[in-house]
């Protein structure tokens, strides 16, 4: 599973950016075709975007392209600047469908095939902007194996539904948790929207730490500055890696006695509470491994 605490947009067009993005500490970044990028300068970001995605990957972040969305009647071409051997993948803005996320793999996978590049090595995180993209989210998590994350989009889905996003977000609570409970139930990531307040880093961190109750691994990020707030809100604290060790042990050693729940501070721990101290286990050892590169 790739670590995805941090997504960090950076605008494809604006080379200045592009340079510094690779040493921001983010765990991905998102080169931005999209809605970064004015109409007049789709050409120069995509030349950027195909020039820049070495450089940055050999800096340690994950390469992510955001394309245009499949309406626009750019994707293809995007993607044919985009797609080489270290991206890691592609954002497919205001997906709708499973036939949206086939499109795009087919087109990627022709890409691939003409590069000589590792047939599925490519990945999708569909963005998931609208009503219908996050009513059908179940359908998009599990239309393709490229797709490895699935990320909410706030900003546009309220517009869709004809509200504003406020502070306390009650409008968009069903959706984030639709869109968390799919991409668990296909084996996903969910990752979250943005935080659109540059300077408030409490109200980063505070909605932060609600997306993480919610399910989610991780958040899109606007700005530097909203990297290590993330990676702390995203991270398994100390005491939480601790606690999982201690279950992991105890519960071994109750399963060689024949047990199936034990007592361990005071809470019952079985064999669900397990599998769950295990995956924090691992995250924290994905976290470490990503802090020794």
Not at 19 to 46: F, H, N, Y
Not at 94 to 111: M, N, Q, R, Y
Not at 113 to 128: A, C, D, H, Y
Request: net charge negative.
């Amino acid at each position: 599973m790739e670590l995805l605490r941090s997504m960090l947009f950076t605008p494809g067009n604006n080379l200045r950016m592009i340079q510094k993005a690779g040493g921001l500490g983010s765990d991905a970044v998102i080169l931005d075709l999209e809605d970064a990028v004015p109409i007049g300068e789709k050409e120069t970001g995509r030349l950027f975007v195909r020039d820049s995605v070495e450089q940055i990957a050999a800096r340690g972040p994950a390469v992510f392209v955001r394309v245009n969305a499949l309406p626009t009647g750019l994707t293809e071409e995007d993607l044919r600047w985009a797609v080489q051997p270290k991206l890691k993948g592609i954002v497919l803005p205001k997906t709708e469908s499973k036939e949206d996320v086939l499109t795009c793999a087919g087109w990627i996978a022709e890409l691939e095939k003409e590069q000589g590049n590792e047939p599925g090595s490519t990945v999708l995180v569909p963005l998931l902007e609208t009503a219908k993209g996050v009513l059908l989210a179940w359908e998009i998590a599990t239309a393709s194996p490229r797709v490895i994350a699935l990320a909410f989009g706030a900003i546009d889905f309220t517009r869709d539904m004809g509200t504003n996003l406020s502070a306390e977000g009650a409008e968009i609570f069903y959706a984030r948790s639709h869109v968390a409970v799919a991409s668990r139930a296909a084996g996903l990531q969910a990752i979250d929207t943005p935080w659109t307040d540059i300077t408030d880093i409490e109200g980063l961190i505070r909605e932060a730490g609600v997306a993480r109750q919610l399910g989610f691994r991780g958040k899109l990020a606007i700005h530097p500055n909203h990297v290590e707030p993330l990676h702390r809100v995203f991270s398994p604290s100390e005491e939480e890696i601790a606690f999982a060790r201690r279950v992991v042990i105890a519960f071994r050693e109750a399963e060689a006695r024949g047990l199936g729940a034990i007592s361990l501070d005071g809470r019952m721990i079985d064999v669900a509470n397990a599998r769950q101290a295990e995956q924090v286990m691992a995250w924290a050892e994905m976290i470490d491994s990503r802090r020794k590169e």
